[in-house]
């Protein structure tokens, strides 16, 4: 039995990318297959260039076929007995044999797959398998395109290849491309707008810098990668050097740390919450002096963690914050677990968000 779910959206997509950025359940799928028509609607309206595929009030529901839109699942959905070229051609049956071919020979060319024509599926490689499915779903010449997290299972170049590719075909017929990731670097890559979205609703809206920089919430802060978010409360408002000072408090033991942040429009007193990146944060051994950073912090090493050729370290200061160092910056500190640590934190590295 299917969860009862709101969607309730509002926007306007120009041609060229829209990037659906949220969590899981956030309901972009759904908002991509009402888009699409897959999934019926109870109320609300969608149209494109004018055209109304759905107005609920008026009793107006364009059939999927009658949409012309271009959908890319996750899965791909590529026919295993087909050839590349049969899979493009795929949905072409109302058109001359020599249209048909002349559109496939195109988009074979513009996604550099034209070698590929005579293969399977099978045979290919995953980022061959996408250009695939990418160019199946343009073929047609759509109205718009749905990407629903297209390259989440390519590495970083083929990523970036495509990407260039797809952009660069836009730039000849631009179309609406609604974009649905989960990845933080193909937002900054890609969007030019992006729409991030929790529980069925927008809840901020703009360019990835704009977005994704100054994050008003911490849903937002989370997906834009501020590893440490903690409560805090403005302790003192140094309004003549433009700075709080806020007050964390500790887990355990009763005590706090203080840190000085940018200045906000906020009481002593009042509560906020604090993100940092775990990339911002600096590490030293001995206490630094002669720094311009204003925040330096005592605390010990509870854990070191390698992922890929990064290491995350997990300091306990009475609150736990989590470090972002490079396998270079471990070795010449000779970190290990148990260690005495000192945070460096610039005042600018800590975002506020109201509570």
């Keep these: 039995m299917e969860r009862e779910f709101t969607l309730d959206v509002e926007f306007v997509a120009s041609p060229g990318f829209t990037i659906l950025f949220g969590p899981s359940g956030a309901g972009k799928t759904t908002l991509l297959d009402c888009v699409a028509g897959l999934r019926a609607a109870d109320g609300g309206t969608i149209s494109v260039d004018g055209r109304v595929f759905l107005d609920a009030n008026g009793k107006v529901n364009v059939p999927v076929s009658r949409r012309n839109i271009g959908y890319v699942l996750q899965d791909l959905a590529l026919f295993p007995h087909l050839s590349v070229e049969q899979n493009a051609e795929y949905g072409l049956a109302h058109l001359p044999r020599r249209t048909r071919k002349e559109r496939v020979e195109v988009l074979l060319h513009d996604f550099r797959i034209s070698h590929l024509g005579k293969r399977r599926p099978s045979e290919l490689s995953g980022g061959e398998r996408q250009r695939v499915a990418l160019a ?25 290849r495509i990407i260039d590719d797809l952009r660069r075909w836009n730039q000849v017929h631009r179309i ?13 890559a890609l969007g030019e707008r992006v729409l991030v979205m929790e529980q069925g609703r927008i809840i901020a809206q703009g360019t990835p810098h704009e977005v994704l920089t100054a994050p008003a919430q911490e849903t937002i802060a989370r997906l834009a990668g ?3 978010v903690f409560d805090a409360q403005v302790w003192l408002v140094h309004e003549d050097r433009g700075t709080l000072t806020c007050r964390l408090a500790a887990q355990e033991s009763g005590s706090f740390v203080l840190l000085e942040t940018p200045l906000i429009r906020a009481a002593s007193g009042s509560f906020v919450r604090v993100g940092i990146r775990a990339g911002d944060i600096l590490l030293a051994i001995s206490r630094p002096d002669g720094l311009s950073a204003r925040n330096l912090i005592p605390g010990r090493v509870l854990s070191l963690e390698r992922r890929d050729m990064i290491v995350f370290a997990r300091v306990d200061c009475g609150i736990e914050m989590m470090v972002q160092l490079t396998l270079a910056a471990r070795e010449a500190l000779q970190l290990k677990e148990g260690q005495g640590v000192w945070l460096v934190i610039k005042t600018h590295s800590c975002h506020l968000m109201r509570r």
């Design 136 to 160: 199946r779903s343009l073929v047609s010449d759509p109205c718009v395109l749905l990407l629903d997290e297209p390259l989440t299972a390519l590495d970083g170049a083929t990523k970036s």
């Design 176 to 188: 609406p491309i609604l974009y649905v990731t989960h990845s933080r670097e193909e937002v900054i």
């Design 226 to 228: 501020f590893e440490n």
